[in-house]
């Protein structure tokens, strides 16, 4: 591994599937234990530095590392001294100096993660980063398919909906096909990056011609305000032609799953009797991000000297 | 770099154990093992404490040599033990030193480990950290009324208070020297090796 | 002064000797000798007419902390400039005389080049309603490009009637050309990489679309138009099929979209940052061939000095530009001439004679530029040694700012000495002032 995980189209095979390798042996030593605490990361400071509101994937990271036995320091932008105007780069040097060794952003701007790596000498790892990349988010992802599916190789996935402004899905294209997916787009044109031709993937506008082939339907949240610029007429329209209901869910192959990261627009772009389904792993993907964000922490900073 | 121009020479390698030594020595253990976990039973009653022990194998050459061991004690005392491994990379005080390496499987019998004999397998007892290590994994995943320990070789230069139960060779050795254990499962063979590391 | 330059080879020809006196050319010819004069060696170096840049950011009034009159103008003369033209995006805007007044008086103080200012085309660059270009034209600055650069006058109606209004007085209207409902939150070129990146895409479409429509205009009210930093394939082949047609336009490109790409932006350095974006190596290729074929008219820098505090940040909250006066050459020389696209008569052309002329200040008196380097002429000329080669070092640089694109690339070309009417502003490749 290298000393930073920025975006997932950096991870090359073997990388991915050691993330992944190691997230399933965590899960293994931790299985029906009481003490679901590892004294790995002792006197390791992670510090959580969000730009954006994100509880989910904040509480997410901040378990992963306090099972490590990492210190954990939440550093919210909003009401601090960000807020007034401190520069990134103050933040990162200002957080480095009180001692943490690796730091997980979460940033409005697409790359602000590459210009942290840049500053620091810890670690950095992209807790989501504009419409760039979300790479944690893509390795439970694909890990929630390994597990429910038993691989990865030549698995069927569709990811459906805001396509462009999304940095699941960028995670996603990068790290799935990396991993021998056949990773098919869904979503109207206007949702589709310019572009999107030069990705390893195939595209579609059509939900109901895809459905069919699909042995994992990855769908993406979207964005109301999207609407008013004119991305789609109307919220009606969109959950018409592009989202899960139960009737589209029946096309599905028997052993196909749901995925969503979370969080849902219940009634938009997908169904709450299909979100609640047998079929959906969205409960076991908010467990599995745990486990990853272990592994990932454990590789970057387990060996890495000070 | 600054290169020296005299030949460096091959690292010398002497074999410590052959396959038949390795298996002649793994026999006794087992033969301990029966010996010392029978509980109080006389002749005729030999395997009576063995369902209590579990054998627990330290990743990556104490995996397969716990089932060894297992293996042999079946067939000497025709009673089977659980076998478990425990990996301790994210127990290991020392990972910025070694860096990180992937993980391991951690298997424990259903039963788990609570109130029984739990042998300990590894293959080389030196420093004594893996072991030490392999202790705090234990205390995690339950409690043991005893533990024990079973080492294929013992090379000294211990840096905690940790002595072996079993201990299928004793090695003296220089710190310079590398002590390698080789298994058919692991490596297609039997054998120990002992290494000069030329610096 | 009198200064006598022996051995230069005037647009790379036949060494010759060069007397310059009272500010003008005095004589041209081998083995020139004059009593008192002051000798420059210039063996080996290359002498073109001093250049002319249409499009420089100087931030005074305003932004001293990134650039000021002063030290922009010490830049341009170690770049070989005699004459810059200062845009209007300062603070305040250049949209009255007296503000154009003031930024060409701190160019006479600076004393190292002319600082011709540029008015705004609209009160304070809002694109709302015309300033006074007539009050402007008539200043002592005597302004003949306008522009609201930074800003695209993007309303079709107000382009018109400003292109039609200048007329009255010879003016011409800089276009900063991009469809602004089309860029809204753009960050870099719209294409692969912008979706791969997660930058917010610029398309081209929104430069070619208001370039188009304002060679329509232009060619409709038969006023004169120029098109700024021109960073598309599209855009060359938009302004090729005007000219074909007698369109009076003319356009510019900066050295760095002559010679970087957008896989800059992938480091996420914002350095690289700028407006127009860097685009596709085949838009590179275009806009190279389009200077070579006169398509462009002119290189001009799009010197943009930016605070350390404006760049070293996300990218998306970087502001966007770069500096060019110094590199301006040596990109030139590098995409141009030394691959042969152009020659040195055509670096005079598309540096000095095409940009003085669509300044307006190639007319016939002292304050001339752009002019042949023959006698009678204003000693407005710089010495070029070609074979010299150096790598970019942003703290030596003469700018206030540090945010070169070029940082640590090698380049060829040194600027050895600049005259300004006579005056040596920069000699042994350093500034005299
Ligand atoms: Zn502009």
Same mark, same amino acid.
């Given at each position: 591994?290298?000393?930073?995980?920025?975006?997932?189209?950096?991870?090359?095979?073997?990388?991915?599937?050691?993330?992944?390798?190691?997230?399933?042996?965590?899960?293994?030593?931790?299985?029906?234990?009481?003490?679901?605490?590892?004294?790995?990361?002792?006197?390791?400071?992670?510090?959580?530095?969000?730009?954006?509101?994100?509880?989910?994937?904040?509480?997410?990271?901040?378990?992963?590392?306090?099972?490590?036995?990492?210190?954990?320091?939440?550093?919210?932008?909003?009401?601090?001294?960000?807020?007034?105007?401190?520069?990134?780069?103050?933040?990162?040097?200002?957080?480095?100096?009180?001692?943490?060794?690796?730091?997980?952003?979460?940033?409005?701007?697409?790359?602000?993660?590459?210009?942290?790596?840049?500053?620091?000498?810890?670690?950095?790892?992209?807790?989501?980063?504009?419409?760039?990349?979300?790479?944690?988010?893509?390795?439970?992802?694909?890990?929630?398919?390994?597990?429910?599916?038993?691989?990865?190789?030549?698995?069927?996935?569709?990811?459906?909906?805001?396509?462009?402004?999304?940095?699941?899905?960028?995670?996603?294209?990068?790290?799935?096909?990396?991993?021998?997916?056949?990773?098919?787009?869904?979503?109207?044109?206007?949702?589709?990056?310019?572009?999107?031709?030069?990705?390893?993937?195939?595209?579609?506008?059509?939900?109901?011609?895809?459905?069919?082939?699909?042995?994992?339907?990855?769908?993406?949240?979207?964005?109301?305000?999207?609407?008013?610029?004119?991305?789609?007429?109307?919220?009606?329209?969109?959950?018409?032609?592009?989202?899960?209901?139960?009737?589209?869910?029946?096309?599905?192959?028997?052993?196909?799953?749901?995925?969503?990261?979370?969080?849902?627009?219940?009634?938009?772009?997908?169904?709450?009797?299909?979100?609640?389904?047998?079929?959906?792993?969205?409960?076991?993907?908010?467990?599995?991000?745990?486990?990853?964000?272990?592994?990932?922490?454990?590789?970057?900073?387990?060996?890495?000297?000070? | 770099?600054?290169?020296?121009?005299?030949?460096?020479?091959?690292?010398?390698?002497?074999?410590?154990?052959?396959?038949?030594?390795?298996?002649?020595?793994?026999?006794?253990?087992?033969?301990?093992?029966?010996?010392?976990?029978?509980?109080?039973?006389?002749?005729?009653?030999?395997?009576?404490?063995?369902?209590?022990?579990?054998?627990?194998?330290?990743?990556?050459?104490?995996?397969?040599?716990?089932?060894?061991?297992?293996?042999?004690?079946?067939?000497?005392?025709?009673?089977?033990?659980?076998?478990?491994?425990?990996?301790?990379?994210?127990?290991?005080?020392?990972?910025?030193?070694?860096?990180?390496?992937?993980?391991?499987?951690?298997?424990?019998?259903?039963?788990?480990?609570?109130?029984?004999?739990?042998?300990?397998?590894?293959?080389?007892?030196?420093?004594?950290?893996?072991?030490?290590?392999?202790?705090?994994?234990?205390?995690?995943?339950?409690?043991?009324?005893?533990?024990?320990?079973?080492?294929?070789?013992?090379?000294?230069?211990?840096?905690?208070?940790?002595?072996?139960?079993?201990?299928?060779?004793?090695?003296?050795?220089?710190?310079?020297?590398?002590?390698?254990?080789?298994?058919?499962?692991?490596?297609?063979?039997?054998?120990?090796?002992?290494?000069?590391?030329?610096? | 002064?009198?200064?006598?330059?022996?051995?230069?080879?005037?647009?790379?020809?036949?060494?010759?000797?060069?007397?310059?006196?009272?500010?003008?050319?005095?004589?041209?010819?081998?083995?020139?000798?004059?009593?008192?004069?002051?000798?420059? *060696?210039?063996?080996?170096?290359?002498?073109?007419?001093?250049?002319?840049?249409?499009?420089?950011?100087?931030?005074?009034?305003?932004?001293?902390?990134?650039?000021?009159?002063?030290?922009?103008?010490?830049?341009?003369?170690?770049?070989?400039?005699?004459?810059?033209?200062?845009?209007?995006?300062?603070?305040?805007?250049?949209?009255?005389?007296?503000?154009?007044?003031?930024?060409?008086?701190?160019?006479?103080?600076?004393?190292?080049?002319?600082?011709?200012?540029?008015?705004?085309?609209?009160?304070?660059?809002?694109?709302?309603?015309?300033?006074?270009?007539?009050?402007?034209?008539?200043?002592?600055?005597?302004?003949?490009?306008?522009?609201?650069?930074?800003?695209?006058?993007?309303?079709?109606?107000?382009?018109?009637?400003?292109?039609?209004?200048?007329?009255?007085?010879?003016?011409?209207?800089?276009?900063?050309?991009?469809?602004?409902?089309?860029?809204?939150?753009?960050?870099?070129?719209?294409?692969?990489?912008?979706?791969?990146?997660?930058?917010?895409?610029?398309?081209?479409?929104?430069?070619?679309?208001?370039?188009?429509?304002?060679?329509?205009?232009?060619?409709?009210?038969?006023?004169?138009?120029?098109?700024?930093?021109?960073?598309?394939?599209?855009?060359?082949?938009?302004?090729?099929?005007?000219?074909?047609?007698? !369109?009076?336009?003319?356009?510019?490109?900066?050295?760095?979209?002559?010679?970087?790409?957008?896989?800059?932006?992938?480091?996420?350095?914002?350095?690289?940052?700028?407006?127009?974006?860097?685009?596709?190596?085949?838009? !590179?290729?275009?806009?190279?061939?389009?200077?070579?074929?006169?398509?462009?008219?002119?290189?001009?820098? *799009?010197?943009?000095?930016?605070?350390?505090?404006?760049?070293?940040?996300?990218?998306?909250?970087?502001?966007?530009?770069?500096?060019?006066?110094?590199?301006?050459?040596?990109?030139?020389?590098?995409?141009?001439?030394?691959?042969?696209?152009?020659?040195?008569?055509?670096?005079?052309?598309?540096?000095? !004679?095409?940009?003085?002329?669509?300044?307006?200040?190639?007319?016939?008196?002292?304050?001339?530029?752009?002019?042949?380097?023959?006698?009678?002429?204003?000693?407005?000329?710089?010495?070029?040694?070609?074979?010299?080669?150096?790598?970019?070092?942003?703290?030596?640089?003469?700018?206030?700012?540090?945010?070169?694109?070029?940082?640590?690339?090698?380049?060829?070309?040194?600027?050895?000495?600049?005259?300004?009417?006579?005056?040596?502003?920069?000699?042994?490749?350093?500034?005299?002032?």
């Amino acid at each position: 591994m290298k000393r930073h995980l920025l975006e997932a189209a950096d991870l090359d095979r073997a990388d991915a599937t050691l993330v992944l390798d190691t997230a399933a042996q965590i899960d293994q030593a931790l299985a029906g234990r009481e003490v679901k605490k590892l004294p790995t990361l002792r006197g390791r400071t992670v510090v959580n530095l969000f730009y954006e509101d994100s509880t989910r994937t904040r509480i997410s990271f901040e378990l992963a590392a306090k099972r490590l036995s990492a210190d954990v320091i939440n550093f919210s932008a909003k009401g601090s001294s960000v807020s007034k105007g401190e520069s990134l780069k103050d933040t990162a040097l200002t957080l480095e100096a009180m001692g943490s060794d690796a730091i997980v952003v979460r940033h409005s701007a697409s790359g602000a993660p590459h210009r942290l790596a840049g500053w620091v000498r810890g670690s950095v790892v992209n807790a989501g980063d504009g419409t760039h990349e979300h790479p944690t988010q893509a390795l439970l992802d694909a890990y929630t398919i390994r597990r429910r599916l038993g691989r990865l190789d030549g698995v069927r996935v569709a990811i459906v909906g805001d396509v462009l402004h999304s940095r699941v899905a960028r995670s996603n294209v990068w790290l799935l096909t990396t991993l021998g997916a056949e990773v098919t787009l869904v979503a109207p044109p206007t949702l589709l990056p310019v572009g999107v031709g030069s990705w390893p993937v195939q595209f579609s506008y059509d939900l109901d011609a895809v459905l069919p082939k699909a042995d994992v339907v990855m769908v993406l949240r979207v964005q109301l305000e999207r609407m008013n610029a004119s991305f789609f007429p109307s919220a009606r329209e969109y959950s018409r032609r592009y989202g899960l209901d139960a009737v589209r869910m029946a096309a599905l192959g028997d052993e196909a799953i749901v995925m969503h990261p979370g969080p849902m627009n219940r009634g938009m772009e997908i169904a709450a009797d299909v979100a609640d389904s047998v079929r959906s792993t969205i409960v076991e993907q908010v467990g599995n991000g745990v486990s990853v964000r272990m592994a990932v922490l454990y590789l970057l900073l387990g060996g890495s000297p000070q | 770099m600054a290169g020296s121009p005299a030949p460096v020479p091959e690292n010398q390698s002497t074999v410590l154990l052959g396959a038949a030594d390795v298996a002649r020595v793994v026999d006794r253990i087992a033969h301990q093992v029966i010996e010392k976990c029978a509980g109080g039973g006389g002749a005729g009653d030999e395997g009576a404490g063995l369902p209590d022990v579990v054998l627990v194998g330290i990743p990556t050459r104490g995996a397969p040599l716990a089932r060894r061991l297992a293996g042999r004690i079946a067939a000497f005392a025709g009673t089977a033990v659980d076998v478990g491994t425990v990996d301790i990379t994210l127990y290991r005080d020392d990972l910025r030193m070694r860096g990180v390496r992937a993980l391991e499987d951690t298997v424990l019998p259903p039963e788990g480990i609570d109130g029984r004999l739990v042998v300990l397998v590894d293959d080389v007892l030196f420093s004594g950290r893996s072991v030490r290590a392999a202790l705090d994994a234990l205390r995690d995943l339950g409690r043991p009324r005893a533990v024990q320990l079973a080492v294929l070789v013992d090379r000294g230069h211990r840096e905690l208070p940790i002595r072996a139960d079993y201990v299928g060779k004793n090695v003296p050795t220089s710190r310079a020297q590398k002590v390698r254990v080789h298994l058919a499962e692991t490596d297609g063979t039997d054998e120990v090796l002992v290494t000069e590391e030329r610096r | 002064m009198t200064h006598l330059i022996k051995g230069a080879r005037v647009l790379g020809g036949d060494p010759a000797d060069l007397l310059l006196e009272d500010g003008r050319i005095a004589a041209v010819g081998e083995r020139l000798s004059a009593a008192g004069a002051t000798v420059v *060696d210039a063996d080996g170096l290359v002498a073109l007419p001093g250049l002319v840049d249409l499009h420089t950011h100087l931030r005074e009034p305003g932004r001293e902390d990134a650039e000021t009159v002063e030290t922009g103008s010490r830049a341009a003369a170690l770049g070989g400039f005699t004459a810059v033209h200062a845009m209007a995006n300062t603070d305040p805007v250049a949209d009255t005389a007296g503000v154009v007044e003031q930024v060409w008086r701190l160019g006479r103080q600076a004393g190292l080049v002319d600082v011709v200012p540029v008015g705004a085309v609209t009160v304070g660059l809002r694109g709302e309603r015309l300033a006074e270009l007539g009050a402007m034209a008539d200043s002592a600055a005597r302004v003949r490009v306008f522009s609201d650069d930074g800003h695209c006058v993007a309303d079709p109606a107000l382009m018109r009637r400003a292109l039609e209004y200048v007329k009255a007085f010879d003016g011409v209207v800089a276009q900063h050309a991009e469809e602004p409902r089309l860029t809204a939150g753009a960050q870099m070129n719209e294409g692969d990489l912008s979706a791969r990146l997660g930058l917010t895409g610029w398309p081209a479409a929104a430069e070619e679309a208001v370039i188009a429509r304002d060679v329509l205009l232009a060619e409709h009210v038969g006023a004169r138009l120029h098109v700024c930093h021109v960073s598309t394939a599209g855009s060359v082949e938009i302004l090729r099929w005007a000219k074909s047609r007698g !369109v009076q336009v003319t356009a510019e490109v900066t050295p760095h979209h002559l010679l970087l790409t957008e896989t800059c932006a992938e480091s996420y350095d914002p350095v690289f940052k700028v407006n127009p974006p860097l685009r596709t190596d085949a838009d !590179v290729q275009a806009l190279r061939a389009g200077l070579a074929d006169g398509t462009i008219d002119a290189v001009a820098t *799009d010197h943009a000095p930016h605070a350390v505090e404006d760049k070293e940040s996300e990218w998306a909250q970087a502001r966007p530009g770069m500096l060019g006066l110094e590199q301006a050459l040596s990109v030139v020389l590098e995409t141009l001439v030394e691959p042969g696209l152009l020659d040195w008569a055509g670096v005079a052309d598309r540096m000095s !004679v095409r940009p003085a002329a669509i300044g307006r200040l190639d007319g016939r008196g002292p304050r001339s530029h752009g002019r042949p380097l023959t006698p009678g002429e204003p000693a407005n000329l710089l010495l070029l040694d070609p074979a010299a080669r150096a790598v970019v070092d942003p703290a030596a640089l003469a700018s206030r700012s540090r945010n070169s694109p070029y940082a640590g690339r090698e380049l060829p070309g040194r600027v050895v000495a600049t005259f300004l009417r006579g005056e040596a502003t920069v000699l042994d490749g350093k500034a005299q002032k």
